[in-house]
């Protein structure tokens, strides 16, 4: 493992499921919105299945209740229009940075390595929630599911993060709780760093080859814990 890690020189997280727990704003849109359409409320649970692929696939799984069925266009759009309004307007009224995300955030930032997010979330909600958090100052970068013709599992949004910055994918961690971030991950060249606190299920990823993190952590300090001796060691 320590060979893996020792020429991090940036580290990119996913934001849902991997910063902060938003499922409980994500879900109270979907009741909103399913009432607004005249629709009995889905459980959170359900709508925290359906969290990972942006809003707009969002909003058709919440109106069909299906991962994979799509929405009659016309519906879908009332529907979107309205998710994103009420979204907006309540995006940190329950969610919140998981317990050590700070933390985490603040010791890496400590050894002068950038911090990037890479999300599929539109990007200008991804922004005005950091800032609402009191995240935002840690990010060089933030990159949402609309800032690229292409969003995670895509390899693009973490190759131009990698090419923003001026280094190799190969020198870039991608931290994050789903199959789409691994995925990515994986196909940009890019280190992969499963969080078992988040929405996706770390052990059923990891059975599968094509899923299976290079690195699996229950806290982002944990990170820094892995490259900090090798940051020691390179200084002396």
Known sequence: M???????????????GTLCDSVPDL?????AMREYLGMEPLPAKTVESYVG???GKLVHR??????????????WE?????????????????TRPYPETEAGLALLKSLGIPLVVITNKNEILAAELLKQLGLADYFSLILGGDSLPEKKPSPLPLQHA??????DPANMIMVGDSRNDIIAAKAAGC???????????????????????DWIIGSLPEI??????KKAEDDE
Not at 2 to 16: G, R, S, Y
Not at 162 to 167: C, D, N, P, S, T
Not at 191 to 206: A, K, Q
Not at 224 to 229: A, C, D, I, M, S
């Open 62 to 75: 919440v109106i069909t209740n299906d991962r994979d069925l799509e929405a009659a266009p016309d519906l």
């Open 27 to 31: 879900a109270a849109a979907a009741e």
């Open 224 to 229: 820094y814990e892995n490259l900090r001796p």
């Open 191 to 213: 280190l992969s760093v499963g969080v078992t606190f988040g929405y996706g299920d770390m052990t059923l990823l990891s059975q599968d080859k094509a899923t299976k993190p």
């Open 78 to 94: 009332k529907g979107f229009v309205f998710y994103m309004k009420y979204y907006r307007d309540h995006l940190s009224d329950f």
């Open 162 to 167: 990698a090419e923003v910055l001026g280094i």
């Open 53 to 55: 692929d942006g809003i």
């Open 2 to 16: 320590t060979a893996a890690i020792e020429h991090v020189q940036a580290a990119a997280f996913d934001l849902d």
